[in-house]
Nanobody, 119 residues
Framework: VQLVESGGGLVQAGGSLRLSCAAS????????IGWFRQAPGKEREFVAS????????HYGDSKKGRFTISRDNAKNTVYLQMNSLHPEDTAVYYC?????????????WGQGTQVPVSS
């Protein structure tokens, strides 16, 4: 099983980015995906999650309205569209797979992609 994030990079405040999480090695699509982030010197923070069929999404505080999570199971990819970025959104963004789909634990993690937001 492998999760690979991409799409990170330097962006100016107010700008947008779309992160991708490509999944491989799963025997089915029956897993939820979560996005997390960790800023320098801070704890890891939940950003958003999506159920296996995209029918249920959940966002962390202050993310809904600016961030949108979606998935394309035909491409085995989950996306995180981030708009109106703030310098405080600067972090390494990780995606993770939740095989139970209950949001309590994540079984596989990607290596992360950096998102620096300049002021």
């Amino acid at each position: 099983v492998q999760l690979v994030e991409s799409g990170g990079g330097l962006v100016q405040a107010g700008g947008s980015l779309r992160l991708s999480c490509a999944a491989s090695g799963f025997t089915s699509d029956d897993y939820a995906i979560g996005w997390f982030r960790q800023a320098p010197g801070k704890e890891r923070e939940f950003v958003a999650s999506i159920s296996w069929n995209g029918g249920y999404t959940h966002y962390g505080d202050s993310k809904k309205g600016r961030f949108t999570i979606s998935r394309d199971n035909a491409k085995n990819t989950v996306y995180l569209q981030m708009n109106s970025l703030h310098p405080e959104d600067t972090a390494v963004y990780y995606c993770a797979a939740d095989l139970a789909g209950n949001g309590f634990s994540y079984d596989y993690w990607g290596q992360g992609t950096q998102v620096p937001v300049s002021s």
